[in-house]
């Protein structure tokens, strides 16, 4: 009964997942060369796991600069959608 209880728990949480078209994140600039955005203090990826609409490259930003993001839903990769700022 234990098991079934457990797999019920697993499905409702795969499909509460599956709802979730996107999620809001930051990111901050680590490197340029090579590109590297640091998510948190345990997830630092490579450009290839970002999405940016054309004409911008990777110079179009600067070390330190703090990004918004969108998470493509049920992977690993980020839209960047903008540089954080404040009003």
Do not use: H
């Not at 345990?42 to 796991?49: D, I, L, M």
């Not at 990004?67 to 960047?80: A, M, R």
Request: aromatic residues 8%.
């Amino acid at each position: 009964m234990r098991n079934l209880v457990e797999l019920i728990k697993q499905i409702a949480a795969g499909v509460y997942e599956a709802e979730k078209p996107m999620e809001i994140c930051y990111g901050t600039v680590q490197s340029i060369r090579p590109f590297t955005v640091r998510l948190d203090q345990k997830r630092t990826f490579g450009k290839e796991k970002f999405i940016v609409r054309q004409g911008i490259t990777a110079q179009s930003f600067r070390v330190g600069e703090r990004l918004i993001l969108i998470q493509v839903q049920g992977g690993q990769e980020w839209l960047i959608l903008d540089r954080k700022g404040a009003l």
